[in-house]
């Protein structure tokens, strides 16, 4: 029987209402191998899971659930998997006051392409993962080189919707 590799018991975190305080955070994670396997994250104000600066990362069959206003997002990292998770209702930021007048990011799996040109990643698979209620975007993700092999395959985007259109895939050139 598979373990919970991340077990969350009678604890109360308390996040700072639509900011980078997220659930999960692995940041400078790079000299051992991590995990987090068959766990479940729900009802945050703020992220649901940030990778930042770490390398050697299995994120597998996890369900991720009502966070704001992005799920996962993975900045300058590498040998990153995401595999068979589900993140669902993401939803838009609540303390913009003036929120049709700003480019606010939002969405459900965001991968390297946060923070633009300081991103330095590599070997980032995203596989077999649905993103399903998020807002604006499901997956914004590079893609890759022409001839080379796809790190992105079997995932689903569903009920991707914003006042401004909803995407489900941006693909963004390697």
């Given at each position: 029987?598979?373990?919970?590799?991340?077990?969350?018991?009678?604890?109360?975190?308390?996040?700072?209402?639509?900011?980078?305080?997220?659930?999960?955070?692995?940041?400078?994670?790079?000299?051992?191998?991590?995990?987090?396997?068959?766990?479940?994250?729900?009802?945050?104000y703020s992220?649901?899971?940030?990778?930042?600066?770490?390398?050697?990362?299995?994120?597998?069959?996890?369900?991720?659930?009502?966070?704001?206003?992005?799920?996962?997002?993975?900045?300058?990292?590498?040998?990153?998997?995401?595999?068979?998770?589900?993140?669902?209702?993401?939803?838009?930021?609540?303390?913009?006051?003036?929120?049709?007048?700003?480019?606010?990011?939002?969405?459900?799996?965001?991968?390297?392409?946060?923070?633009?040109?300081?991103?330095?990643?590599?070997?980032?698979?995203?596989?077999?993962?649905?993103?399903?209620?998020?807002?604006?975007?499901?997956?914004?993700v590079y893609?890759?080189?022409?001839?080379?092999?796809?790190?992105?395959?079997?995932?689903?985007?569903?009920s991707i919707?914003?006042?401004?259109?909803?995407?489900?895939?941006?693909?963004?050139?390697?």
């Amino acid at each position: 029987m598979d373990k919970p590799s991340l077990i969350m018991l009678n604890f109360s975190i308390v996040h700072k209402i639509d900011t980078q305080k997220t659930a999960v955070r692995f940041e400078g994670a790079a000299s051992l191998h991590s995990e987090m396997t068959n766990s479940a994250l729900h009802n945050g104000y703020s992220w649901a899971m940030s990778i930042r600066s770490s390398k050697n990362i299995l994120i597998k069959n996890n369900v991720m659930f009502n966070f704001r206003p992005l799920g996962i997002v993975i900045g300058s990292s590498h040998n990153i998997t995401l595999d068979g998770n589900v993140v669902g209702h993401i939803v838009q930021r609540s303390t913009l006051e003036a929120l049709d007048m700003v480019v606010d990011v939002e969405g459900g799996i965001i991968s390297c392409t946060m923070y633009s040109e300081e991103e330095k990643c590599k070997d980032i698979t995203i596989e077999n993962n649905i993103v399903a209620g998020a807002f604006w975007v499901g997956y914004n993700v590079y893609g890759h080189e022409c001839g080379g092999t796809p790190k992105n395959t079997g995932n689903v985007a569903h009920s991707i919707n914003s006042n401004r259109g909803g995407v489900g895939f941006m693909i963004v050139p390697d």
